[in-house]
């Protein structure tokens, strides 16, 4: 099969190689250990996100011996499932596979495994687990997002920013995007947020006027020097969930904020917390498929690329030009 390897940790211009490999063996590493738990996938779309960019350079926590195959979650048709799975053979499924999705087949765990709407193409099944998953653990499970509240999504026309955003409607909430540009403005909206900021220095003002004096729950997948300013934009009884650093820093919290106003910093990490929980992926997959049902999930996808170019799609993330999720068309239609 036809692959992309991560082959030195130089970052995206020169760390990767397009090679032939035999086919991956029918087992995930993550599947239950003595039970036959693991999904093979004839892969057509792979999902190209921040894990992929940083394992180029060597920073990511997943840190396998070199040369491996990257990709975190692809969409495609069951080639093989084991006896009892949720999914058949034939099956159309969106899969996690946390590695070996930037391949022509990839070995996902039956629990990462979910059934793919018709509504669907392959391109959003590969934009629907990593930033679904993540949009509905970080707004529902941690940041206790309730119907009627209002929430402000920073990054907001990106991977994770445009899946809260439709979550969070799902969810019966009222949101208000920060993006950085008026091209990821339009992606915010296309997302369905109810309002759209440009970032500037008075983003805090009108996040306060627009929400009637402070949002009930920030989502940040940007950190850095706007933290104190998304602090500040929190009504009382607040929750600002830290999801993730594309800023570049790590914020500190001058804990005396959090007394004053009676407010809260939670941190959402998805894939530390889900791993080790198969039931609750499954509960977490099946209110994702309740969505998309419902009209409220249809994940945006932004530029396509053939295997050839995943350097340019890497590219692409680090560089923030991104908007909605990267995809590399694995096997084009
Ligand atoms: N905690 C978890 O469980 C979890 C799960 C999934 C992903 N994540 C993390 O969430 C973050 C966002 O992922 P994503 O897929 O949404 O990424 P993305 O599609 O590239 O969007 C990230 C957004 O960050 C903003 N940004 C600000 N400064 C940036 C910079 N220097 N470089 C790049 N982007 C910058 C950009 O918005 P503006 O230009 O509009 O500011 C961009 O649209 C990543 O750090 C990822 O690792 C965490």
Same mark, same amino acid.
């Given at each position: ?16 190689a ?30 190209v ?18 040369p491996?195959v ?34 022509e ?26 930033n ?27 991977? /994770?920013?445009?899946?809260? &955003? ?5 969810? *019966? !909430?009222?949101?208000? #995007?920060? =993006?950085? $540009? ?61 999801v ?5 820093s790590?914020?500190?919290?001058? /804990?005396?904020?959090?007394? &004053? ?5 939670? *941190? !959402?990490?998805?894939? #530390?917390? =889900?791993? $080790? ?15 998309v ?14 295997m050839?170019?995943?350097a ?22």
């Amino acid at each position: 099969m036809r692959a992309i390897q991560i082959v030195e940790e130089t970052g995206p211009d020169s760390a990767l190689a397009l090679v032939e490999l035999p086919e991956p063996e029918p087992s995930h590493p993550l599947g239950r250990a003595g039970i036959e738990s693991s999904v093979v996938v004839e892969v057509h779309a792979a999902g190209v996100s921040f894990p992929e960019l940083l394992q180029t350079r060597g920073q990511y926590q997943l840190k396998p011996p070199l040369p491996f195959v990257p990709g975190s979650e692809v969409a495609g048709i069951v080639r093989s499932a084991p006896a009892g799975a949720r999914v058949q053979p034939g099956d159309r499924v969106a899969a996690f596979c946390a590695l070996g999705g930037f391949a022509e087949t990839a070995v996902a765990p039956e629990f990462f495994t979910f059934a793919l709407s018709p509504e669907l193409d392959f391109a959003q099944g590969a934009a629907l687990i990593l930033n679904y998953h993540t949009a509905y653990f970080a707004l529902l499970l941690r940041g206790r997002l309730k119907q009627g509240e209002t929430l402000l999504v920073h990054g907001a026309a990106g991977g /994770v920013g445009t899946a809260a &955003l439709q979550v969070a409607r799902a969810l *019966g !909430a009222k949101t208000i #995007a920060l =993006v950085s $540009s008026e091209a990821k403005q339009e992606v915010a909206q296309r997302a369905g947020a109810d309002h759209t900021l440009l970032l500037g220095e008075d983003w805090k003002d009108q996040v306060r006027e627009l929400s009637g004096g402070g949002v009930d729950v920030v989502l940040d997948p940007v950190g850095g020097d706007r933290f104190t300013d998304s602090l500040r934009s929190l009504g009382e009884g607040g929750r600002l969930v830290v999801v993730g650093f594309t800023g570049g820093s790590i914020p500190e919290v001058r /804990v005396n904020r959090l007394l &004053l106003n009676n407010t809260e910093v939670v *941190g !959402a990490g998805w894939g #530390a917390y =889900v791993m $080790s929980k198969p039931e609750l992926n499954v509960e977490i997959g099946a209110a994702v498929n309740g969505m998309v049902d419902d009209g409220f999930v249809s994940p945006i996808v932004g530029e396509r690329f053939p295997m050839e170019r995943a350097a340019d799609a890497l590219k692409t993330l680090d560089e923030r030009r991104a908007t909605g999720k990267l995809v590399l068309d694995v096997r084009p239609t």
